[in-house]
């Protein structure tokens, strides 16, 4: 796989530093508000299960599964396919996710949720690529891991076609892999 990976952008100590980092924040931020943190799956994972044990205060697990994105362009239609197991009305909301490309799929997510009245509502994304942004959303991230330019990356949960989602750092996949 690794032969594969054009530039690794963010190595496993990276990843975990800046995770930390987030984690003083986010413990902070939550501190004795009991929040359900929602996991969009399945990119999510990785960056999941490390987050939330730098989240140092009492809160709770729970996870969705949206389908929107096949190869590397986005379809810009979102299905939810697995919904949540909590009620989240009037309580505290914190999504995380992979990365914040288009916008679409947590302009969605976003969208569904609000609906359910949480006591409030906030994104906090791995990887920011703003560059991407469908121009009428105007949704932002209030917690962002890194930004990353307009380029198609790969690693710990992130995929192309479903592989390469187990690299253990994020990298650059060569285009001449999914322009074949
Ligand atoms: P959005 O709806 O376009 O913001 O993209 C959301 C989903 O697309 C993410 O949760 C990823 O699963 C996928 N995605 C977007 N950009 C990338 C990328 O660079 N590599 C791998 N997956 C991506
Ligand atoms: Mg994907």
Same mark, same amino acid.
Do not use: W
């Given at each position: 796989m690794d032969k594969d990976i054009q530039e690794v952008l963010f190595t496993e100590q990276q990843l975990q530093a800046r995770i930390a980092e987030l984690g003083e924040i986010l413990t902070r931020d939550y501190e004795g508000k009991n %929040?359900?943190?929602v996991g969009v799956l399945k990119g999510v994972v990785m960056f999941y299960a490390d987050m939330i044990r730098q989240i140092k205060t009492q809160c709770e697990m729970d996870f969705m599964v949206l389908s929107s994105y096949e190869?590397?362009?986005?379809?810009g239609k979102a299905v939810l396919k697995k919904d949540l $197991?909590?009620?989240?009305?009037d309580r505290h909301v914190l999504i995380l996710e992979d990365i914040f490309d288009t916008g679409n799929s947590l302009n969605y997510t976003v969208g569904i949720l609000k609906e359910r009245k949480p006591a409030s509502l906030k994104i906090c994304t *791995? *990887?920011?690529? %703003?560059? =991407?942004? =469908? %121009?009428d959303i105007t949704l932002q991230a209030d917690y962002v891991g890194f930004t990353i330019p307009n380029a198609f990356v790969v690693g710990y949960g992130l995929d192309y076609n479903e592989h390469? =989602? $187990?690299? %253990?750092y994020v990298g650059i996949l060569k285009s001449e892999v999914y322009n074949q």
């Amino acid at each position: 796989m690794d032969k594969d990976i054009q530039e690794v952008l963010f190595t496993e100590q990276q990843l975990q530093a800046r995770i930390a980092e987030l984690g003083e924040i986010l413990t902070r931020d939550y501190e004795g508000k009991n %929040p359900v943190v929602v996991g969009v799956l399945k990119g999510v994972v990785m960056f999941y299960a490390d987050m939330i044990r730098q989240i140092k205060t009492q809160c709770e697990m729970d996870f969705m599964v949206l389908s929107s994105y096949e190869g590397t362009d986005s379809t810009g239609k979102a299905v939810l396919k697995k919904d949540l $197991n909590v009620d989240i009305k009037d309580r505290h909301v914190l999504i995380l996710e992979d990365i914040f490309d288009t916008g679409n799929s947590l302009n969605y997510t976003v969208g569904i949720l609000k609906e359910r009245k949480p006591a409030s509502l906030k994104i906090c994304t *791995l *990887l920011d690529k %703003p560059e =991407r942004r =469908r %121009p009428d959303i105007t949704l932002q991230a209030d917690y962002v891991g890194f930004t990353i330019p307009n380029a198609f990356v790969v690693g710990y949960g992130l995929d192309y076609n479903e592989h390469y =989602r $187990n690299l %253990p750092y994020v990298g650059i996949l060569k285009s001449e892999v999914y322009n074949q």
